[in-house]
């Protein structure tokens, strides 16, 4: 009779004269962008660090131009524990990561970073602690006693800790790094918190920690945040936006959902705009006021469809001659929105409505209107 430990050190059993690779225990996600020069030595690392355990990788690529995808692929065509989850027209860390668990069968689960700065080495301890059954969720913690932010800068570091004291809140339990991005859960908890997992920005754990229906049960193991070895960085300028996202999702997103209020936070924003080249050119410089209107909303529009552009719809995000396609249809789309913006606000008025709650609902019309309708035209779904 086979051991335990003997069934974890067997590679294959042979099933009706066929040779079948055992199933995994642990399936290691591995979200890649532009990360060619990586893959090769993760799988090398994350073997090297799990003798006797039986593993896979699941590496998820967002069609990486440089051939990520391809590296993969030829070292799946030797190793069968390596796996690719290949997404096209379809971008986002977060949604990455679930589709990745998602893919696999394996009863645990890890999150790490394809550019090597997560300490692969924890992973057997995480296992291990994940499978005494006294916790949901074991997280790699710069914070801990014992972790490190490693060689980050200064301002790096400060902006790391406040975001983690501003995700404590949501996380509903005691964490000190969840802003980390390497941990590793139950199958049974990530399908716990599955239904309202928001799939917004870069922070899947806090994501999984805010959507659970009941506090996970957590424990923190430290680690020492690495530099990158190859590729440059995906974090960028936009991640501060991405996690005001998910703030906002998990705070309201039963109620409205995070992209209309995105994109209602942009109309605010191109409502500034238009008063302020109103003014500039009807009263700096003395435009006829039809002419300075004309002006001011064509920049106003233009300038809501490229925010939106890179924010709104950061995942879909039109490029090349998609980009002027999507600017002509979002402008018409806008155009009609402040036809029925005018409509309904003369029709309020007119049965003795308070003026500003007929404008403000003129508004709210064509805020949604705009919505609605760039959404299905202007940054539709391929």
């Not at 908890?189 to 799939?199: G, H, K, N, Q, T």
Request: charged share 20%; aromatic share 10%; hydrophobic share 50%.
């Amino acid at each position: 009779m086979m051991t335990d430990g003997m069934l974890a050190d067997a590679r294959e059993r042979r099933d009706g004269g066929l040779t079948l690779p055992l199933p995994a225990e642990l399936a290691i996600v591995v979200p890649a962008f532009n990360e060619v020069g990586n893959v090769r030595r993760v799988v090398e690392v994350v073997d090297a660090a799990l003798p006797g355990i039986r593993w896979e990788i699941v590496f998820v690529d967002d069609h990486s131009p440089d051939g990520t995808a391809d590296a993969v692929r030829a070292i799946a065509m030797t190793d069968p524990r390596v796996r690719i989850v290949h997404r096209y027209g379809r971008r986002g860390l977060a949604s990455a990561c679930i589709e990745g668990v998602m893919a696999s069968a394996a009863p645990f689960v890890a999150v790490m970073d394809c550019d090597l700065q997560h300490d692969e080495r924890l992973l057997p301890r995480m296992l291990e602690v994940l499978k005494g059954g006294d916790v949901d969720l074991v997280v790699g913690s710069r914070y801990a006693e014992g972790g490190s932010l490693g060689e980050w800068t200064r301002g790096r570091a400060a902006a790391s800790r406040l975001a983690t004291r501003m995700a404590t809140v949501l996380a509903r339990t005691p964490m000190r790094d969840p802003m980390s991005g390497f941990f590793m859960l139950t199958r049974a908890a990530f399908e716990r918190s599955l239904p309202r997992l928001s799939s917004v920005g870069f922070k899947i754990l806090l994501d999984i920690a805010a959507s659970a229906p009941a506090p996970l049960r957590i424990a923190e193991l430290p680690y020492t945040f690495r530099l990158r070895e190859h590729g440059e960085s995906k974090l960028d300028s936009l991640v501060l936006w991405e996690y005001l996202q998910l703030i906002l999702d998990k705070a309201f997103g039963r109620v409205v959902p995070v992209r209309f209020m995105s994109f209602a936070i942009v109309g605010g924003f191109g409502l500034a705009v238009h008063f302020l080249i109103l003014s500039l050119l009807y009263v700096g410089i003395g435009t006829e006021f039809g002419l300075a209107q004309t002006a001011a909303t064509v920049v106003a529009i233009s300038n809501n469809f490229f925010l939106n552009n890179l924010l709104t719809y950061r995942d879909q995000r039109l490029r090349g001659p998609r980009l002027l396609r999507g600017w002509v249809t979002f402008n018409l789309v806008c155009a009609t929105g402040a036809i029925a913006n005018i409509g309904v606000a003369e029709w309020l008025f007119g049965r003795h409505t308070y003026w500003m709650l007929s404008a403000v609902a003129g508004v709210l019309v064509s805020v949604v209107w705009n919505y609605a309708m760039s959404s299905l035209f202007t940054w539709r779904r391929t």
